[in-house]
């Protein structure tokens, strides 16, 4: 079994930094694709950044300049690094991993249970 945990959501005002965390736990032997979604109220859920296993980045127009994301491929952490933040940047976060291999030999989406980021003076 796989799990994603997200860690790092809070309260921040306009112009603050917060840094998501991810960490995929479980028996893996590797994963393609990092990702962060979000979702704001009464809109869907939209990507955000994405990450390969060989460290390709593709962003959001919405964030790009202010969002970076990264990876610790031994450890199968994905970071999102948010600045500038504004208050359209409020959402749940959601982290996904694509082409999840695990010793089992499946192979598998997966998506944490997201993290509340709220942006308010």
């Known amino acids: 079994q796989v799990q994603l945990v997200e860690s790092g959501g809070g309260l921040v005002q306009p112009g603050g930094s917060l840094r998501l965390s991810c960490k995929a736990s479980g028996s893996i032997v590797s994963v393609n694709a990092m990702a962060w979604y979000r979702q704001a109220p009464g809109k869907e859920r939209e990507l955000v950044a994405q990450?390969?296993?060989?460290?390709?980045?593709n962003y959001a127009d919405s964030v790009k300049g202010r969002f970076t994301i990264s990876r610790d491929n031994a450890k199968n952490t994905v970071h999102l690094e948010m600045n500038s933040l504004k208050p359209e940047d409020t959402a749940v976060y959601y982290c996904n991993a694509r082409g999840v291999v695990t010793s089992a030999g499946y192979r598998m989406d997966c998506w944490g249970g997201g993290t509340l980021v709220t942006v308010s003076s």
């Open positions: 990450i390969t296993s060989g460290g390709s980045t």
